[in-house]
């Protein structure tokens, strides 16, 4: 079992920058990915980003050059998790969500809310 907190959601101007955090707690050592999703009102839930635990990454195109998915190497796994999100777009605003898999089982956060003004 794992449980996911996400953090540092917020109101911004475009054009600024907000860092999220996605804190696991559970069975963390057996972490292999975890990732930043996001769902806009009336959207399908969509990935942002993804982090592996060899430390390879993926990104939307939408987001790519913008953010950037990051894990707490200190802790040596994926128990920490962070989306350092610069540029931010009022098209980024949207409810995102940390998600993990363990042994094939997905594990959900509740979701920070993102809203970008323009």
């Keep these: ?5 996400e953090s540092g959601g ?3 101007q475009a054009g600024g920058s907000l860092r999220l955090s996605c804190a696991a707690s559970g069975s963390i050592f057996n972490i292999n990915t975890m990732g930043w999703y996001r769902q806009a009102p009336g959207k399908q839930r969509e990935l942002v980003a993804i982090i592996r635990s060899g430390g390879s990454t993926n990104y939307a195109d939408s987001v790519k050059e913008r953010f950037t998915i990051s894990r707490d190497n200190a802790k040596n796994s994926l128990s920490t998790v ?4 610069n540029s ?16 094939g089982t997905i594990y959900w956060g509740q979701g920070t809310q993102v809203t970008v003004s323009s």
């Design 88 to 103: 931010l777009k009022p098209e980024d605003t949207a409810l995102y969500y940390c998600r993990s898999i363990v042994a």
């Design 82 to 85: 962070y989306l350092q999100m």
């Design 10 to 12: 917020g109101l911004v």
């Design 1 to 5: 079992q794992v449980q996911l907190v």
